[in-house]
């Protein structure tokens, strides 16, 4: 086996949530483009067929799943799903997530938790639905790929539930490498700030975009495609030997690009 091999998953079927647009789409071309059979599902039809046919222009199959993904059940069945139409499951990203951000004051506890509940319990729901089908079969095992954040160890303004939810999904990440090795192997990417839909409402603003880059490390914004890269590493034979391991691509960040200039609490009479 070449180097170049060991990126290949050829033949394995993964599933990826959010899968429509931005992150979730650029990992499930990238690992059509390696090799594998896709499971894609969002909440949109339009943009999953996109999707779709990038990833059989590749040569490979894609089964498209509309679902709402905030909802557990439906995120836990894709992995049967996926068992069902290509009869093994290899790969699941867990990309699914995202909080709008929101000063401490506006932040009460039912946005807490539904940001905890989007961004780890589905996470949780459909890992622990693929993990029996991942056993089965004459090569058990395979790869678990979480989507978090650099606000999941970095601290700023606004960032309460969405940092508090990726810092948990982080750590969730090496807690259930340990139940789930060697036979599956759980790694997390921390990204920074990527050039998604997330981005769209200050894509627009010259001055926004120049500060994101310049406090960058790498000096720009990320692309999709750093991100989809290393969901093939992780998923693929060139990352076997990496277990609970945050992989921070993210340009280098060491505090939030993003400021929201929250102003400081004013005393109260």
Do not use: C
Not at 14 to 24: E, L, P, Q, S, Y
Not at 69 to 76: C, F, H, I, P, R
Not at 97 to 125: C, I, Q, R, S, W
């Amino acid at each position: 086996m070449s180097i170049l091999d060991r990126f290949k998953v050829t033949d394995q079927v993964a599933v990826i949530t959010g899968a429509g647009r931005g992150i979730g789409a650029g990992a499930a071309v990238a690992l059509a483009e390696a090799g594998a059979d896709v499971v894609i599902s969002a909440r949109h039809s339009k943009q999953l067929a996109e999707v779709a046919e990038k990833v059989e222009a590749a040569g490979r199959r894609a089964l498209v799943v509309k679902a709402d993904l905030s909802d557990l059940e439906q995120t836990a069945a894709l992995a049967q799903k996926a068992y069902d139409e290509f009869g093994r499951l290899d790969i699941v990203v867990n990309n699914v997530g995202g909080t709008m951000p929101l000063p401490f004051l506006d932040t009460d506890e039912d946005f807490l938790v539904d940001a905890f509940k989007f961004n780890v319990a589905t996470a949780h729901a459909l890992t622990r639905a693929a993990v029996p089908l991942m056993l089965k079969g004459e090569n058990p095992g395979g790869s678990i790929v979480n989507i978090s954040s650099v606000i999941g160890r970095v601290s700023g303004r606004g960032y309460a539930a969405y940092g508090t939810a990726k810092g948990a999904l982080s750590h969730w990440t090496r807690l259930v490498s340990k139940d789930l090795a060697p036979l599956i192997r759980v790694n997390a990417i921390g990204t920074g700030s990527i050039m998604t839909s997330a981005l769209d409402y200050v894509a627009s603003d010259e001055a926004v975009m120049t500060e994101l880059a310049e406090k960058t490390t790498m000096q720009r914004v990320g692309q999709v495609e750093d991100i989809a890269a290393a969901v093939v590493y992780l998923a693929s034979p060139a990352g076997s030997f990496l277990a609970g391991k945050i992989v921070e691509v993210d340009g280098g960040l060491d505090i939030p690009n993003l400021d929201f200039k929250l102003p400081d609490l004013e005393p109260q009479a």
